[in-house]
């Protein structure tokens, strides 16, 4: 799977080279032995009520498209006669004779916070393995337009890392949040302790343990920099 930000695989992905980061390890050790260092990760802002399925980057959208207007009539009639009430109803505002046109446009036109409104599992079949896993992940982790990731970072391991399907109830060390446009400023090469001083990412904890490793603070930033990472919005 592409490395799709944000996503399961690219908070392990991040795990992985946290932990195969010796610059990491010997600049955080110690942390959070006698506090607690976990790190949740609040992306605000997703847009998930703006953004539709069509409008998600072509490998995902086209090739779903393309799977659509290939398969056969039969099947599109056999999709049609099982789509949801949300689906035909969208249908019904496409003007064009193609019944297989209206099917794609409606389904195509929903936006991500509705699809899974007009999607199914007999559906999910045609769609490209990224797709449907990642629109199940939108589904299950997105909090309104918010997605919280958590790290259990500890005397230079990242011993966990773990997309929440709740928002956290508090007890965690530090709270990094920003919207979605940020993180992804972050990602490709925005320095993050500059970004907290800013207050473009809000930090939420004891700032004093920050100040004392910073230069840990930075490698987890410039360790998301240099991730091979695909966007999804």
């Known amino acids: 799977m592409t490395n799709w930000f944000p996503s399961r695989e690219w908070l392990a992905a991040y ?38 399925i069509g409008e998600l980057p072509p490998e995902l959208s086209d090739a779903f498209r393309e799977r659509l207007e290939s398969v056969s009539e039969s099947r599109i009639e056999e999709l049609i006669e099982a789509a949801p009430h949300e689906l035909t109803e969208r249908m019904s505002d496409v003007t064009t004779d193609s019944q297989r046109e209206r099917f794609v446009t409606a389904l195509f036109e929903t936006e991500i916070e509705n699809a899974p409104t007009v999607t199914w599992p007999d559906l999910n079949t045609e769609m ?14 997105v909090h309104e337009d918010t997605v919280y990731a958590s ?8 011993r966990t890392a773990e997309v929440l ?29 500059e970004a907290v001083m800013s207050q473009d990412m809000n930090l939420d904890g004891d700032i004093t343990s920050v100040i004392i490793y910073p230069e840990a603070a930075q490698e987890m930033g410039d360790t998301a920099g240099r991730m091979e990472t695909t966007f999804l919005f």
């Open 15 to 52: 795990r992985d080279r946290l932990n195969e980061n010796e610059t990491y390890e010997e600049q955080s050790e110690g942390w959070g032995v006698d506090f607690d260092g976990g790190f949740v990760f609040e992306i605000t802002e997703l847009p998930v009520a703006e953004t539709t």
């Open 128 to 141: 490209p393995d990224d797709l449907e896993n990642l629109l199940d992940q939108l589904e299950r982790y």
């Open 151 to 158: 790290l259990d970072l500890h005397d230079g391991e990242c």
């Open 165 to 193: 399907e709740t928002p956290p109830e508090g007890g965690t060390g530090f709270v990094l949040t920003a919207p979605y446009s940020k993180w992804t400023e972050l990602i490709e090469g925005a320095d993050v302790i």
